[in-house]
């Protein structure tokens, strides 16, 4: 059998080239002003790459093959975020070609504002924009940089940028738990389990004391500390947006 043409295909660059064509790349800096506007910053960069790389405050990591089903609207496995196609997603890989590449199937889906970084990583890195320590757990945020939210245990209560709240024991064993999931989503179950056994804990306790907390946080903290529905809560590395 004679192979076919390879005219009859495309290239990788040509991919690549069409894909670029549907998207307003960003850069670094474009990225940056974006993420600060609300825009879902990802990270599709292995573990061992922001293991020495460094991570992105603020950004979702994501692995390159759950990408779809976790930013698609009417995917079951979708993200809190991804709530419709008019979700704002850009996109970060190790120099910008795989990411530029993912975009254009984000726009498939109908993510009509998916887009990516030029130059990927490197180049925010080399901008001299915000680079902390890794590697954050994938499905997680990565903690910001600024300390908004600052665990006090010496008095067992949280400075919120300065302003003490107070907190009940058990309340303070809560959000010590949450912290320390640096932005990962902590069911219920693991909440009880790691701080121990308390009256009523077998019931929906759990999520009156943590609606407590956020009543006593101020109301710009308060949108850090979110209930994922049905599965338990997470301080958010920002606050969540707001409903359209």
């Given at each position: 059998m004679q192979p076919q043409q390879t005219g009859t295909y495309r290239s990788v660059e040509q991919l690549l080239r069409d894909a670029r064509a549907r998207l307003q790349r960003l850069t670094p800096s474009q990225a940056a002003c974006a993420q600060a506007e609300g825009a879902l910053l990802v990270d599709l960069r292995s573990e061992l790459q922001r293991r020495v790389q460094g991570e992105i405050p603020g950004s979702l990591v994501l692995e390159r093959n759950v990408l779809e089903w976790r930013l698609d609207p009417q995917s079951g496995s979708r993200i809190e975020e991804a709530a419709d196609h008019s979700l704002r997603v850009v996109l970060v890989c190790p120099q910008g070609y795989t990411s530029s590449l993912a975009a254009a199937g984000l726009h498939d889906l109908g993510l009509h504002r998916a887009t990516d970084v030029i130059g990927g990583f490197e180049a925010w890195a080399e901008a001299g924009l915000p680079v902390v320590p890794g590697p954050t757990m994938t499905g997680s945020y990565v903690a910001a940089?600024?300390?908004?939210?600052?665990?006090?245990?010496?008095?067992?209560?949280?400075?919120?940028?300065?302003?003490?709240?107070?907190?009940?024991?058990?309340?303070?064993?809560?959000?010590?738990?949450?912290?320390?999931?640096?932005?990962?989503?902590?069911?219920?179950?693991?909440?009880?389990?790691?701080?121990?056994?308390?009256?009523?804990?077998?019931?929906?306790?759990?999520?009156?004391?943590?609606?407590?907390?956020?009543?006593?946080?101020e109301p710009c903290a308060a949108g850090l500390l979110t209930t994922e529905r049905g599965v338990g809560f997470r301080f958010r590395a920002r606050p969540a947006p707001e409903p359209a």
């Open positions: 940089v600024s300390s908004r939210i600052i665990l006090d245990p010496t008095g067992s209560r949280l400075l919120v940028e300065g302003r003490p709240v107070a907190l009940t024991p058990l309340e303070f064993r809560l959000v010590s738990e949450l912290l320390r999931s640096n932005g990962r989503v902590v069911t219920r179950d693991e909440l009880r389990s790691s701080i121990g056994d308390w009256s009523g804990s077998r019931s929906r306790s759990v999520d009156l004391h943590m609606h407590r907390i956020r009543r006593k946080l």
